[in-house]
């Protein structure tokens, strides 16, 4: 194990529970290859009507795409520096962003990329999320801060002596509960109803492992999850809470049952490079990951599955095929051939 700042932070859509990532603090990003253009371009939110995503860029630009029609819907200047957080709202009309200042824009309008209600802050922002049902969002950098979309200012902050935080979730089953990561390696909880945080855990953390928490009961890991040979840089739940994708430096990313300390799926191609960001659809079926070649990637959430409409035949067919896996995953052979994955060199070399 190694001392590692927390920079991803994800809560379960089960409740009680939160996926927690870690990765090489910023002041160490310089000796690695690439690290010039971490987060540059990235997947950050999945709207809830399933046919949009958005990226945002370091010359302030926020990009607006529909997967589907495989095009760009709406290209927004939203800033004049880094963007560094973009989040949607629980209707999925508009989204926010924030560097030094948070900015709301409508992307259904007859004029896309309308600008709505501004908010100033007197910090750097490093991380924003909005509540699931309510017209309120959070947002972190020195300190945490919660905002009403019609206001410019922030209605409440919380603080509790860390220099910076790096990422901020409200959970979207307990919506009053958020949970924050600091620079000093802790996780923070708080209660929207409650004047000051609940509770602080400093986490000691290898860089390549996921841990999942019951956040009744933060001393012991509920699961260790395993199989990365680099620094996971994020974490995504899929809508069901049953499994969650992880994005790591080792240039992969891997899909892990909620419950298994080993992944079930790996992905990678040649081309890709360090993956940043990943982010599971709403719909269940595509996972998208951003990398820093500055490329969006759609994949299949199960690789095996045939899209489209199937026939009554196919489908039969699908299900008697696994029905068949089902009845015979233990015998030697047929769990061989499940568990077997091709993986780059590079990560065959480190296993």
Same mark, same amino acid.
């Given at each position: 194990?190694?001392?590692?700042? /927390?920079?991803?932070?994800?809560?379960?859509?089960?409740?009680?529970?939160?996926?927690?990532?870690?990765?090489?603090?910023?002041?160490?990003?310089?000796?690695?290859?690439?690290?010039?253009? +971490?987060?540059?371009?990235?997947?950050?939110?999945?709207?809830?009507?399933?046919?949009?995503?958005?990226?945002?860029?370091?010359?302030?630009?926020?990009?607006?795409?529909?997967?589907?029609?495989?095009?760009?819907?709406?290209?927004?200047?939203?800033?004049?520096?880094?963007?560094?957080?973009?989040?949607?709202?629980?209707?999925?009309?508009?989204?926010?962003?924030?560097?030094?200042?948070?900015?709301?824009?409508?992307?259904?309008? =007859?004029?896309?990329?309308?600008?709505?209600?501004?908010?100033?802050?007197?910090?750097?922002?490093?991380?924003?999320?909005?509540?699931?049902?309510?017209?309120?969002?959070?947002?972190?950098?020195?300190?945490?801060?919660?905002?009403?979309?019609?206001?410019?200012?922030?209605?409440?902050?919380?603080?509790?002596?860390?220099?910076?935080?790096?990422?901020?979730?409200?959970? =979207?089953?307990?919506?009053?509960?958020?949970?924050?990561?600091?620079?000093?390696?802790?996780?923070?909880?708080?209660?929207?109803?409650?004047?000051?945080?609940?509770?602080?855990?400093?986490?000691?953390?290898?860089?390549?492992?996921?841990?999942?928490?019951?956040?009744?009961?933060?001393?012991?890991?509920?699961?260790?999850?395993?199989?990365?040979?680099?620094?996971?840089?994020?974490?995504?739940?899929? =809508?069901?809470?049953?499994?969650?994708?992880?994005?790591?430096?080792?240039?992969? +990313?891997?899909?892990?049952?909620?419950?298994?300390?080993?992944?079930?799926?790996?992905?990678?191609?040649?081309?890709?490079?360090?993956?940043?960001?990943?982010?599971?659809?709403?719909?269940?079926?595509?996972?998208?990951?951003?990398?820093?070649?500055?490329?969006?990637?759609?994949?299949? $959430?199960?690789?095996?599955?045939?899209?489209?409409? /199937?026939?009554?035949?196919?489908?039969?067919?699908?299900?008697?095929?696994?029905?068949?896996?089902?009845?015979?995953?233990?015998?030697?052979?047929?769990?061989?051939? $499940?568990?077997?994955?091709? /993986? =780059?060199?590079?990560?065959?070399?480190?296993?």
């Amino acid at each position: 194990d190694c001392p590692v700042a /927390l920079y991803r932070l994800n809560f379960s859509p089960a409740a009680h529970q939160t996926e927690v990532s870690s990765c090489m603090a910023p002041e160490n990003l310089h000796h690695l290859e690439g690290s010039t253009v +971490f987060l540059l371009f990235c997947p950050h939110v999945i709207f809830p009507n399933m046919s949009k995503e958005c990226a945002n860029g370091l010359l302030g630009l926020v990009w607006v795409i529909a997967w589907i029609r495989d095009s760009e819907k709406v290209t927004v200047q939203a800033h004049e520096g880094f963007v560094r957080g973009v989040c949607s709202r629980f209707c999925g009309t508009s989204f926010l962003h924030d560097d030094k200042t948070i900015r709301q824009w409508n992307v259904e309008a =007859p004029g896309d990329g309308v600008r709505e209600e501004p908010g100033q802050g007197t910090v750097v922002f490093t991380g924003i999320d909005h509540h699931q049902r309510e017209g309120t969002f959070v947002t972190c950098g020195q300190t945490v801060d919660i905002w009403d979309e019609q206001r410019s200012s922030p209605i409440r902050s919380f603080s509790w002596g860390v220099d910076r935080f790096s990422c901020i979730r409200y959970n =979207p089953e307990e919506t009053e509960l958020l949970a924050s990561c600091a620079s000093d390696r802790s996780i923070v909880l708080y209660g929207t109803r409650e004047s000051a945080p609940l509770r602080r855990v400093i986490m000691q953390l290898s860089s390549n492992t996921l841990y999942t928490y019951d956040i009744r009961n933060l001393d012991v890991p509920v699961n260790v999850h395993m199989d990365h040979v680099s620094a996971v840089l994020d974490v995504d739940y899929s =809508p069901t809470g049953r499994e969650f994708v992880s994005a790591s430096f080792d240039k992969t +990313f891997r899909i892990f049952p909620k419950d298994k300390g080993h992944s079930r799926e790996v992905y990678h191609t040649k081309r890709m490079q360090h993956v940043i960001c990943v982010r599971w659809s709403a719909d269940n079926k595509y996972v998208l990951s951003g990398s820093d070649e500055m490329n969006i990637r759609l994949w299949k $959430a199960n690789a095996s599955e045939k899209l489209g409409l /199937l026939s009554a035949r196919e489908k039969a067919a699908a299900n008697y095929n696994k029905k068949l896996i089902e009845k015979f995953q233990h015998h030697p052979q047929v769990k061989r051939i $499940a568990r077997h994955r091709h /993986l =780059p060199r590079d990560v065959l070399k480190q296993k």
